[in-house]
């Protein structure tokens, strides 16, 4: 299938469609408690990190684990 032909276009519509017709998120209620458990021995994880949970980050980028670092 080539990118940007009618057929492509066509389902891309009906993706969209069957994503707003049974739409499992609703952004309406606010901000769900996450529970986060972080050893003592892991440092550079801030509070400012922990706020931000989207679907789109996934659960884990937006914490930056690739700045963690584990004091003895």
């Known amino acids: 299938m080539v990118p ?7 389902l891309g519509k009906e993706l969209v469609k069957l994503n707003l017709e049974n739409m499992t998120i609703i952004g309406t209620i ?5 529970p986060i458990i972080v ?3 892991l440092h550079n ?3 400012d990190h922990m706020s931000t ?3 789109n980050f996934g659960y884990s980028y937006a ?4 700045q963690w670092y584990i004091k003895e």
């Open 45 to 47: 994880v801030t509070q």
């Open 39 to 41: 050893s003592n021995r």
């Open 53 to 55: 949970a989207h679907f």
């Open 30 to 34: 606010g901000e769900l408690p996450k």
């Open 63 to 66: 914490f930056r684990g690739d």
């Open 4 to 10: 940007g032909s009618d057929r492509y276009m066509e």
